[in-house]
């Protein structure tokens, strides 16, 4: 098998593991807000309050987000693939919070309304993950909302019923 078929075999394998969905938003050195579409959110610990997530080395966004203090993980509702689809592709663009619907939260880092749950953490610990950076925040502040999730499976969004 060639290494480029054993990669997709392999990213095929992962997606067989349905996912929420969540939009990660902070701000980079020069105030400006940044944010992308993550599906590696986990909790990690209930004392103290820990969640992670995860960004890849080659993300045009790596270094703004393993530098930054605060960070938001916002956990999206079933009605907002839109937000996902834009931070996915536009991760990148320093205009893509001109198209978003969002509003400053606090340590001024950007927040998506209407979503289920909130984390605003603290950045804790960085771990090596090969080719992702593992970011460990300390939540400060949460909120959430009971609503239908947003599903990632098998490479696409899903409904759970």
């Not at 078929?5 to 392999?10: A, D, E, N, T």
């Not at 966004?61 to 530098?67: K, M, P, V, Y």
């Not at 960085?126 to 970011?135: K, N, Q, S």
Request: some cysteine; overall charge negative.
């Amino acid at each position: 098998m060639t290494e480029v078929k054993q990669h997709r075999s392999l990213r095929d394998a992962f997606g067989q593991f349905a996912t929420g969905v969540t939009v990660v938003t902070a701000r980079d050195k020069n105030d400006k807000p940044i944010g992308l579409t993550a599906n590696s959110f986990a909790s990690v610990s209930l004392d103290p309050p820990l969640v992670s997530w995860c960004v890849d080395k080659s993300s045009t966004r790596f270094t703004e987000f393993t530098d930054a203090k605060y960070f938001t993980i916002s956990v999206l509702t079933a009605n907002q693939q839109d937000a996902s689809n834009l931070f996915a592709m536009r991760s990148w663009d320093e205009t893509v919070f001109n198209d978003a619907q969002w509003f400053e939260g606090v340590n001024k880092v950007p927040q998506i309304p209407g979503v289920s749950a909130r984390f605003h953490c603290e950045t804790a610990h960085l771990y090596e993950g090969g080719d992702h950076i593992i970011i460990v925040g300390s939540v400060l502040e949460y909120e959430s909302e009971a609503d239908e999730p947003l599903v990632f499976f098998q490479g696409d969004y899903r409904q759970l019923s």
